[in-house]
């Protein structure tokens, strides 16, 4: 029973629930950054580079023979998840560029001072008594 006890600790904890939201919304970001790659970006680029379409860009390693399919190195499609990945990863750097300098601005704010204890007020007051005594 500790056992269960233990693992619903540790699945129930912000920092896993946080972290399965943050898996879902990246995967959902791979697809939206995968077809802005494939459809807005690496078109132009064919069209730049004289009507090459990436993905079907390959190297035919053995020819289709009766019900054998081609072997073919599609070296397009590799092409076009590298330059997803080049984008996944310049946006969680600014993702965390950003953080960082959040928690940056956070600690360089001044703490405040700390509040006096019961001793150095009852302290002070006697030292304005005495201060006052000596005055008259």
Do not use: C
Not at 52 to 65: M, N, P, Y
Not at 71 to 100: E, M, P, R, S
């Amino acid at each position: 029973m500790g056992m269960m006890k233990e693992f619903k600790d540790f699945a129930v904890k912000g920092n896993v629930v946080d972290m399965a939201v943050g898996i879902i919304v990246g995967a959902a970001f791979g697809k939206i950054v995968s077809s802005f790659v494939g459809d807005v970006i690496m078109p132009p680029i064919g069209v730049l580079l004289g009507g090459v379409d990436f993905t079907s860009l390959a190297v035919t390693i053995k020819e289709a023979s009766g019900k054998d399919p081609a072997v073919a190195i599609h070296y397009g499609k590799f092409i076009q998840t590298v330059v997803d990945f080049i984008i996944v990863a310049f946006a969680i750097f600014l993702a965390v560029k950003g953080i960082n300098s959040l928690k940056r601005k956070e600690e360089e704010k001044p703490a405040a001072p700390p509040k006096p204890t019961n001793e150095e007020v009852l302290l002070s007051e006697i030292r304005d008594l005495l201060a006052k005594q000596n005055k008259k």
